[in-house]
């Protein structure tokens, strides 16, 4: 990564929401933070790398409403059920399909195998296809399309 993509790198974090932001390729990491009340980028000193978690457990609880909103509230998802949370790897934007006039690759319902490729983050004009690392079903999407995620940022619920 030369001077040139890192400081377009400290332009577009300014102009976007994101606190933090960071860059891994082979032995080479770039970490950037923002100061969100003054605007201010600033270069962190690298942390200890460790591999990306994709699914976590997750407590649910049933609302203490009526029986009629719970099941809308809570999106369908049972209080007792077996959740695990698929989250973004990287830092980007969030896409649910792989162009606008197509199809998205999984929407609530579906079952999907460990590998199936699930959504797409866009990072530095590059397109990463983001793979479960989970079998199951997804009950709830938890991002919108086309809006920006950090890393580690729940995607999905899915029971398994």
Request: hydrophobic share 40%.
């Amino acid at each position: 990564m030369n001077f040139k993509e890192i400081k377009e790198l400290v332009g577009l974090l300014k102009e976007s929401n994101l606190a933090e932001f960071i860059y891994k390729k082979d032995d080479f990491e770039l970490k950037i933070k923002t100061d969100k009340f003054t605007g201010k980028v600033r270069a962190a000193p690298a942390l200890p790398t460790a591999a990306p978690v994709a699914a976590v457990p997750v407590q649910t609880s049933a609302p203490a409403q009526s029986t009629d909103n719970a099941a809308e509230d809570s999106g369908g998802v049972s209080s007792n059920a077996n959740l695990l949370e698929v989250k973004s790897p990287i830092v980007g934007t969030f896409y649910r399909s792989p162009g606008p006039d197509k199809d998205v690759f999984v929407k609530v319902g579906d079952s999907i195998e460990e590998g199936s490729v699930v959504c797409i983050v866009e990072a530095m004009k590059l397109f990463n296809e983001i793979e479960s690392e989970i079998a199951g079903k997804i009950v709830k999407v938890l991002v919108d399309d086309a809006t920006p995620v950090e890393y580690d940022q729940p995607l999905f619920l899915v029971e398994v």
